[in-house]
């Protein structure tokens, strides 16, 4: 199945779980997938497990709760594949045994991608990756 044929997807939190299993989905779909994520080795993990499949990926590691690591990330994305045509979301933290209503504030900014979002990312693109 080729639904996502020529489209450029770019996925936070890419390097394992539901992010992981999203990257392999789109590249089989047809998709050129942006594998994202804060932790390097468990990205290129995603990205060697895409690519065996004969997907087209590149790695953009980056904690895209930072402002301007978000950019970048959305800038090597145009800079690889030369636009964005899907943004997934998926990053985000949940501190174990620490529910998002009582967490300190600076735990809850930490989880700002998923908790808030991602209006960081969208605020990246929309701008063309300053926000």
Avoid at 49 to 57: D, K, N
Avoid at 107 to 131: F, I, K, T, V, W
């Amino acid at each position: 199945m080729d639904r996502l044929e020529d489209k450029v997807a770019l996925i936070t939190g890419a390097g394992s779980g539901i992010g992981g299993a999203a990257a392999l989905l789109f590249a089989r779909e047809g998709a050129k997938v942006v594998i994202n994520d804060i932790n390097r080795e468990m990205a290129h993990e995603t990205l060697r497990e895409v690519s065996a499949e004969s997907g087209t990926a590149i790695a953009a590691v980056g904690d895209v709760s930072n402002p301007a690591e978000s950019s970048d990330v959305v800038r090597q994305t145009v800079q690889a594949f030369g636009r964005l045509d899907i943004l997934y979301n998926n990053a985000g933290i949940n501190p174990r045994g620490q529910g998002g209503w009582d967490c300190h504030r600076t735990r809850y900014n930490r989880m700002g991608p998923g908790a808030r979002g991602g209006s960081e990312r969208r605020h990246a693109c929309l701008q063309g990756g300053d926000p």
